[in-house]
Structures are given as structure tokens and as C-alpha cells.
């Protein structure tokens, strides 16, 4: 069977990087390239730090491609008080010299996809993708499937009330992505709060995975233990949320996250922006451009996530039904 072509558009970031280092570990995709955007990490540290995880995984060969280093028009907010001052949750591993590139993600993106059939899991700020769409929006228009990491439909923000960070940081991105993929009967699949709040890692999962594999668990480790503690102090949870890496569970098992078709719309202005209107109840009769996840198969999820990052058999994942 031929793998399906991906790339990973993020701001490594934490659940950035066990995102990455889940997509790398499947054998239906190819990593084509990671583009990094501004957003959790200034794109400088989002591209040193998606080295790291690459070098990790012994994979320094798939391409980094740097992009946007700012918003469209809102004023950058990073979101280090989140992922550490090294954007990798304060683990300091060494830096990878070398690997840059010349080219900029967006003209990386622009060239990729109207070459061959591509997806694109986009995982931080839309401001790559909404400067695709201003620059080419054909080249836009010919990605194979969308999956964003953002938005929110019933659960809270994690920014405002109402917004969740990867809209909040660029709505005026997220919006023309959104108004984009309307215009041209296009759908984008939204992996928003509602679910990835669902995947909490553990200290047992963790422990868990330190045990099947002690090289991977010990990195996970280091680079989530800021993340835990955040989690601790902010959100009164034994455990963090790792949002990121569902968005490409789901990519590659639609089983992992069920939903609906609705019509979104993505706010900009006041206190509202960055808020993802999810139009449920067809007020507007407006033809549905999001495929909204709103539920999460959690087994499912650890039992790929786990396995793939261990290099374990799932049928060998004996306690998991337990410890979830
Ligand atoms: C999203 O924002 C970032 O902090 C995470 O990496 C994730 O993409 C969650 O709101
Ligand atoms: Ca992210």
C-alpha cells in the first residue's frame, strides 16, 4: 500500500513534539516536511526544537522549513509560560546545529502541493495556511485533507472563555482558513478542545511507557514534566493534556474521533476572538465546512499512541484498559 503524503504544519511545543514523534512512528504516512509557524514557540525555537525531536528519532533527514514569525494582524503572544522557556518544556537538550533551509514554509507548501496529492495536519496557528490561501489560494485548494489541532465547540477555552490558543493566537489565519474552505465547498476537519481534553497523559501512562521502552519513556519525560506541572497548577490535573498528537490519531484512524458536519465560522473581534462559532443547529443554513470532532475513543487513542511510540504490539498492551 502507498503512504499517504503529510505535512506537519506546527510550533513545537510539547504535544507538538509527541505529535511528530507519533506520525513518525506510522507506517501509512510520509512525512514530507514539518513547517513551523509562530505560535506556542517564536518559529527560531520552533524549529530547534522540532531538530531535536527529529534527531531523536534519528530522522534528521525529513526537511524543517521555517515560516510566519508573526500573526496576520494581532500582536504575537507565545505560549512558553505553557511549554517552558526552551519551548520543550524546559528539558534543554542540546541543541542540532545546521539543517536550515532557504526556503520558507510557505513557498515549501506553495511548491509541495501542486506537485503531488498532500495532506496537511496543521497543529499550531493557521498563519502559514492563511498566507498559502493570500499567496496561491489554488495551491491551497489542492490539499489532500485538512486536519487542525484547535477551536473549541462546548468545552471552554483555554485562552478566554471562549478560545482555544491556536485560533487565539491568529483568529484573523484561522478565519480566512475557515471562510476559505467555505467558499469553495471544501471541508477541514477540527480536532478542537471537546476531545483532545480527553487525552490526559498520566503519571501511570507515563510510568507505563517508561517500563515498555525505557529510552522513549525518559525522553517523554523530560520534556513533559514542565507540562505536568502546569496542568497541576492551572487546570488542578494529576496528569496533562496532549492535544496534538490526536489530531494525528485521527488523521490516520477515523475511528479515533467521531463528529459532525457543521458550519464554522471563526471570530476575530473582542472579547470572542479566536472563538470557533459552531453553527449545530443549521441556524444559519449554511452549508457545513468542518467535520467537528466532539467525541474520543481514549482506548483506542493510548493503545496507538503507546504502542507506535514504544514499538510495542497493542496485544501486548496487557494493563492499558486499566490504567486509562
Ligand atoms: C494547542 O495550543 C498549544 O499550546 C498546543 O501545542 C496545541 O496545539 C492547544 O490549545
Ligand atoms: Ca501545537
Known sequence: MSKKKVIIDCDPGIDDSLAIMLALKSPEIE????????????????????????????????PIYIGEPSPIKKKYVNALDTHGEDGLGESFLPEVDGFENSMDAVSYMQEALKKEKCSVIALGPMTNLARLIERDIDAFLSIDELVSMGGSFKSHGNCSPVAEYNYWCDPDAAALVYKTVYDNHS???MVGLDVTRKIVLTPTLLEYMNRLNPEVGDFVKRITKFYFDFHWEWEHIIGCVINDPLAVAYYLDREVCSGFSSFVQIETLGISEGQSVVDSMNFYKKEANAKVLN???????WTMFISRLTGTSPDKLDILKEII
Open 31 to 62: 512525512v514530507m516536511a514539518i513547517t513551523i509557524v509562530c505560535g506556542n514557540s517564536p518559529v527560531s525555537m520552533g524549529f530547534s526544537n522540532a531538530k531535536k525531536v527529529l534527531k531523536f528519532m534519528n530522522r534528521l533527514d525529513i
Open 187 to 189: 471541508l477541514i476537519h
Open 295 to 301: 467525541e474520543a475513543d481514549c482506548e483506542r487513542f
